[in-house]
T-cell receptor
Framework: RKEVEQDPGPFNVPEGATVAFNCTYS??????FFWYRQDCRKEPKLLMS???SGNEDGRFTAQLNRASQYISLLIRDSKLSDSATYLC??????????????FGGGTRVLVKP | GAVVSQHPSRVICKSGTSVKIECRSL??????MFWYRQFPKQSLMLMAT?????????EQGVEKDKFLINHASLTLSTLTVTSAHPEDSSFYIC?????????????FGSGTRLTVV
C-alpha cells in the first residue's frame, strides 16, 4: 500500500462548478499536511497547509480527518486556471533525518469552458 | 516569500558525463535541502536529504556514489549526477523548509530537466 494515495483523475470540471477530492495516508504519525499545485513540467507550488480544524483560502477549502487518515481539497467556482495536478503532501518527523515529506501521485483537474 | 533558485533549468548531456545541479536559498538559510526526482506522469520521489556541513542521507535504492550531494553552506546545495545514463533522464527538484513559518511549508526550486543522450 502506498504511503500517500490519491485518485489520479482526471476530474473534468465545468467552469464555475465545484470539485472535491481526497487523499489518504497510511502513517498515523504524520504531523503536517499540505496541498501543492503542479502545472505541467513545472515545480510544485504550495497551495495551502491543512490544519486540524480545516481551513479555507478563497475558493479553496482543505479538511483533515485524522481518525480516518485522509485530507480533502474542495475547489468552488472553478476557473480555467485551476487546471493542474494537485499533490497531497504529508510530513513525518523522523528522529535522525528530521521532517520527511511524502508525495501522493497527484490528482489531475481539468476545468473546461 | 522564500525563494529557492535552481540551475540549470534544462540540460542535455552525453551518456557517461557528469552534470551538476545547484540550489540556492535566496532570502533564508536552508539548513536542510531535499532532493527529488520526478519521472513523467509520476509523483516526486525523495532521493536524499542533505544537511549543511554533514553527509547526505540517501533513500533506499538511490546510489550515493552516483548522485553526489554537497551542502557546504546554509544557502547552497548541489547534486551531481555522475556518469549519467539515459535512464537518469528525469526532472530533478530541490526543496527546503522555511523555518519559523508553518504556513510556508516547503519551497521548491524550479526544477532541472535532465536529458541524457
Amino acid at each position: 500500500r502506498k504511503e500517500v494515495e490519491q485518485d489520479p483523475g482526471p476530474f473534468n470540471v465545468p467552469e464555475g462548478a465545484t470539485v472535491a477530492f481526497n487523499c489518504t495516508y497510511s502513517n498515523s504519525a504524520s504531523q503536517s499536511f499540505f496541498w501543492y499545485r503542479q502545472d505541467c513540467r513545472k515545480e510544485p507550488k504550495l497551495l495551502m497547509s491543512v490544519y486540524s480544524s480545516g481551513n479555507e483560502d478563497g475558493r479553496f477549502t482543505a479538511q483533515l480527518n485524522r481518525a480516518s487518515q485522509y485530507i480533502s481539497l474542495l475547489i468552488r467556482d472553478s476557473k480555467l486556471s485551476d487546471s493542474a495536478t494537485y499533490l497531497c503532501v504529508v510530513s513525518v518527523m523522523i528522529k535522525a533525518a528530521g521532517n520527511k515529506l511524502t508525495f501522493g501521485g497527484g490528482t489531475r483537474v481539468l476545468v473546461k469552458p | 516569500g522564500a525563494v529557492v533558485s535552481q540551475h540549470p533549468s534544462r540540460v542535455i548531456c552525453k551518456s557517461g558525463t557528469s552534470v551538476k545541479i545547484e540550489c540556492r536559498s535566496l532570502d533564508f538559510q536552508a539548513t536542510t535541502m531535499f532532493w527529488y526526482r520526478q519521472f513523467p506522469k509520476q509523483s516526486l520521489m525523495l532521493m536524499a536529504t542533505s544537511n549543511e556541513g554533514s553527509k547526505a542521507t540517501y533513500e533506499q535504492g538511490v546510489e550515493k556514489d552516483k548522485f553526489l550531494i554537497n551542502h557546504a553552506s546554509l544557502t547552497l546545495s548541489t547534486l551531481t549526477v555522475t556518469s549519467a545514463h539515459p535512464e537518469d533522464s528525469s526532472f530533478y527538484i530541490c526543496s527546503a523548509k522555511v523555518s519559523g513559518t508553518v504556513n510556508y511549508g516547503y519551497t521548491f526550486g524550479s526544477g532541472t530537466r535532465l536529458t541524457v543522450v
